[in-house]
C-alpha cells in the first residue's frame, strides 16, 4: 500500500491525538499526586506545630515558665544583647533604604509590588529583632 499525503497526514492527526491524550493522563496523575503529597505535607505540619506547642507547655510547667535548664552567663548574655543590638540597627537600615527603593519605583512610575513584599519581610525581621534584643536587655535587668 503506498501512503498517499492524506494517510500521511491522518496518521500524523491520530498519533497527535494519542499524544495529547497521553500528556493530559500524565497531568492529571501528576495534579493528582501534587494534591495528596500538599495534604500530606499540611498534615505533617499540623501534628508537627501540636507537638511543638505541646512540648512548650510542658517544658513551661516544669521550669515554671522558664525555657532555660541551667544558668546563663551574664557575659554571654551581655555579647548576645550587643549583637542584638547591631542586628536591630542593621534591619533599620535595611527597612529604612527599602523605603526609598519602593518610593522611587513609585514615584517614577513602575510596579513596586516585588519590592513591597521584600519591604514588608524586612519590617517584619526588624520587629523580630527588636523582641529579642528586648528579650535579652529583660534577662539582663536591662530595661528595654
Known sequence: MR???KNV???DVEQARQDVAGANTYSKKASDRSDALSAIDKDLLGRSR???ASFRFRLQ???GNAFRPYPVDSK????HLQRAERHVAVAQEHVR???ERVAKLERDGHDASAAG????QFEELEIMHI???DRLARQLGKVA
Open 76 to 79: 554571654i548574655l551581655e555579647r
Open 97 to 99: 533604604r527599602q523605603r
Open 50 to 52: 501540636r507537638r511543638i
Open 9 to 11: 497526514i491522518a496518521r
Open 117 to 120: 513584599t521584600l519591604l514588608a
Open 131 to 133: 523582641a529579642h534584643r
Open 3 to 5: 501512503l498517499t499525503t
Open 61 to 63: 510547667q516544669k521550669q
